[in-house]
């Protein structure tokens, strides 16, 4: 075996002379540089696809040859729990003595991801439970409203007879204080217990009274009340040889009298409107005024003064329809335009007053229409 090695390594060292003497004699005597080698290239390995389904050996061991060797098996996987930041080792299982194995880490860091607590839908607001009622006594019963009363109209007495007897009480033994003409109207403020004498207002500035024989009255009777103050009848005097006593001078209740009838006439509107003379007789009067009163509502206006001259008015139509034209004289006028009260289907008074709003006369009544309207005149002449 040495022989044979030790001729291999002299056979190689001869070579490797011959060589390199060869390659400097033909170069020397052909006098140009030495050709470059080109190596050549290794062809790279051609791969044939294998046809069907190739067999994959499985290691197995012979125990007949090789008894009482078994091979390593790769330990079962070790799950191990990594936590961030905390710098703890990760231990890898080897296997046994006799054999290699591949071991494989894997790393699974989760990261936990708190989840929020559940949002509650808000409830409703829990009302309070009602409170207890307590069972007090029934209400009152309901009034039921009524319409509100109308006011109504004063009575009124009208003299019958000429020159009736006014006395200071209700019997024909009281004094007789003045004496009145037909048609004279005064108003009733009180009755004595047998309604057989009126007490009316005002003569001479005082209540005084006439008997019901003499008179007519007008309005609600039931309204007058009851007098039960009267003054006691002065004694009778003596028949036997009484003195002659001068019969009194005759006064009126007014200083002013209604001249004739009150006047109408049509085609008036929807409020009322009364034009008046004050007058003594010939000339007009000077700062005396009317008091209008309407006796549904209560509701009562003074005008302003009367002229002491005349005014004068054409009415379209007389007192009647179709009749001519009239003029109409005047010193005082009013209506209840000027206050916003509709002239109604209603009634209502003209009083004449002095300045100072006191009743001079009688209370004259205008029934009043709508669906026929009117416009209306009255004359106060003076009694002095």
Not at 230 to 249: H, K, L, W
Not at 317 to 332: C, M, R, S
Not at 373 to 384: A, E, H, I, L
Request: net charge positive; hydrophobic share 35%; with cysteine.
């Amino acid at each position: 075996m040495r022989k044979r090695t030790v001729g291999v390594l002299i056979g190689a060292i001869l070579v490797l002379a011959l060589g390199t003497l060869g390659c400097s004699v033909s170069q020397v005597l052909v006098r140009r540089p030495a050709a470059t080698l080109i190596p050549t290239r290794t062809p790279r390995p051609t791969w044939t696809p294998f046809q069907g389904n190739p067999l994959v050996a499985t290691a197995t061991l012979d125990t007949t040859r090789f008894p009482g060797v078994t091979l390593p098996t790769a330990p079962p996987p070790t799950v191990q729990v990594f936590v961030p930041g905390s710098g703890q080792p990760i231990f890898v299982p080897q296997p046994g003595e006799g054999g290699t194995g591949v071991q494989t880490v894997v790393v699974i860091i989760v990261t936990a991801t708190p989840t929020p607590p559940p949002t509650g839908t808000p409830l409703p607001p829990t009302k309070p439970p009602p409170a207890t009622e307590t069972p007090g006594p029934p209400p009152p019963p309901t009034a039921t409203p009524t319409a509100a009363d109308t006011p109504l109209p004063p009575v009124m007495i009208e003299v019958t007879v000429d020159q009736a007897n006014v006395r200071q009480g209700p019997g024909t033994t009281y004094p007789i204080v003045t004496r009145l003409d037909a048609g004279t109207t005064v108003t009733v403020v009180g009755r004595n217990h047998g309604g057989d004498w009126w007490k009316v207002c005002c003569v001479n500035g005082s209540d005084v009274w006439i008997a019901d024989s003499v008179v007519r009255t007008t309005g609600p009777l039931w309204t007058v009340p009851e007098v039960t103050n009267i003054p006691p009848a002065p004694p009778v005097p003596p028949t036997t040889g009484p003195t002659a006593t001068p019969a009194p001078t005759a006064t009126y209740a007014w200083t002013f009298r209604v001249e004739g009838k009150a006047e109408e006439y049509f085609l008036g509107q929807n409020y009322f409107r009364v034009a008046a003379v004050i007058y003594n007789g010939a000339t007009p009067l000077w700062g005396y005024k009317l008091r209008i009163r309407k006796l549904s509502t209560g509701q009562e206006w003074l005008s302003s003064g009367s002229e002491s001259y005349w005014k004068y008015e054409t009415i379209e139509f007389g007192a009647t329809p179709g009749t001519p034209q009239v003029g109409l004289k005047y010193n005082i006028k009013w209506d209840s335009n000027g206050v916003g009260v509709p002239l109604g289907d209603d009634v209502w008074e003209v009083i004449a007053t002095d300045g100072a709003g006191n009743a001079l006369s009688a209370p004259v009544r205008f029934y009043t229409s709508v669906a026929n309207s009117k416009w209306y005149y009255v004359v106060f002449t003076s009694r002095r």
